[in-house]
């Protein structure tokens, strides 16, 4: 495969629904936070789950864990 037929196959759409974590909207030291906590795997998605939560955001822990691994649309 050539860099443009890789190029190509990245740009494919993924199928399947929206990430949830696309509807999370934080600024600030809030968007770090949140950024530094997908990162460590010491911080569960439990925890991740109820941090949001506090924030106004529905987010479940398998969605979390999904966009963690990478599975999600946002990876596309």
């Excluded at 529905?58 to 990876?75: L, M, N, Y």
């Amino acid at each position: 495969m050539n860099s443009l037929d890789e190029l190509r196959a990245l740009s494919r759409p993924r199928k399947g629904p929206p990430c949830g974590m696309a509807a999370v909207h934080l600024q600030g030291d809030d968007w770090e936070t949140l950024q530094v906590g997908l990162a460590d795997p010491a911080i569960t998605a439990k925890a991740l789950m109820a941090w949001l939560a506090k924030r106004g955001f529905t987010v479940s822990f398998w969605t979390i864990a999904r966009h963690r691994r990478g599975e999600c649309a946002c990876k596309s």
